[in-house]
């Protein structure tokens, strides 16, 4: 393999045309420029300079690599201003996954805060379930990913990945204006297991939590629609096709309908980041702060009054 050192020497005795050019500019002796050179030519296994008492040239072969020496220097220098970037917090790139429901409120009000602060941190965001876009996080290609846990279905951290925990966000009951179930405090699924249900997909598996819970209260819910997009199941709610369970940040365009605690237990999400302890971003360090300053924010607003 070619080294890199030994490039740049080639590149500066072609740019100056002469050893002791070379060795100015690189702050070296003649005598080390000259052994450089020979190393050089041994790793390429091809003659790249001629020499004789008064002068010295480059072979075609020493020119063209000289050629490619350049693209090569460039490419290390736009590597390690990449890395100076990368440094600092108010510079370089932070790479942030999130599943849909934490980009109505959440994401929003941290990346908010965190923009106005390091306007120069570019940011790119990709919406996905957790378990979609854990393997980017594994791999790189995320540095933090905003995730939910269900606790009723939990699922196991990657190694090399931990999760910090922000809150827990309960699962409300959506029915449409003037149901029954609006005027009690507090309600369980068995009391409406005879109502037609819009419901998710599940993550990473076809049973949905709504399912899971249902077996739970002794009953298997009527499916009418399924639909991991909330403004579909609060439209389907709203025009009085059924009930739904929908968690506190997916109320987003809730009006025209009523929202009801319920007594059923473990109907709740853990909102955390999952990110590699390893990562030296810096930026992700920071925006972790401001992720935890939204979340408290939001955290005794999520449950909204009840009509």
């Known amino acids: 393999m070619l080294s890199s050192n030994r490039l740049r020497v080639l590149l500066e005795v072609f740019r100056t045309g002469s050893i002791a050019g070379a060795a100015r500019v690189l702050r ?35 020119r063209r690599l000289a050629l490619r020496a350049q693209e090569v220097v460039d490419i290390i220098e736009a590597a390690e201003k990449d890395l100076l970037a990368q440094a600092r917090v108010d510079a370089g790139e932070l790479r942030i996954g999130f599943f849909a429901s934490a980009g109505y409120r959440l994401l929003p009000l ?42 009723l279905d939990p699922w196991k951290c990657p190694e090399g990945v931990e999760v910090v925990h922000l809150f827990d966000e309960p699962q409300l009951l959506v029915v449409p204006a003037g149901h029954p179930a609006g005027l009690r405090p507090k309600v369980r699924l068995a009391e409406l297991a005879d109502e037609p249900w819009i419901t ?22 009527q499916i009418r629609c399924r639909s991991d997009h909330y403004e579909v199941t609060i439209g389907l709610v709203r025009a009085g096709l059924g009930v739904a ?46 992720l935890r300053t939204a979340s408290a924010q939001l955290r005794n607003s999520l449950e909204p009054a009840l009509r």
Do not use: M, W
Request: aromatic letters at 6%; glycine letters at 8%; charged letters at 20%.
């Open 28 to 62: 070296l002796s003649p005598s080390a420029v000259s052994h450089q050179l020979s190393r050089l030519e041994q790793e390429a296994g091809v003659g790249l300079v001629e020499r004789n008492a008064q002068s010295l040239r480059l072979t075609e072969a020493g």
């Open 110 to 151: 941290a990346l908010s805060r965190f923009a106005s602060r390091y306007p120069q941190v570019a940011l790119d965001l990709v919406e996905g379930q957790p378990y979609e876009l854990l393997p980017d996080l594994e791999r790189g290609a995320l540095d933090v990913l905003v995730v939910f846990e269900h606790a």
């Open 200 to 221: 998710t997909f599940g993550a990473d598996h076809p049973v949905s939590i709504l399912e899971r819970a249902s077996t739970l209260e002794g009953f298997s819910p």
């Open 245 to 290: 369970l929908v968690p506190s940040l997916g109320l987003h365009g809730a009006s025209g309908l009523q929202i009801c605690r319920l007594a059923t237990p473990n109907l709740f999400r853990r909102i955390g980041v999952a990110r590699r302890p390893t990562n030296p971003n810096p930026a992700a360090i920071s925006f972790l702060a401001y």
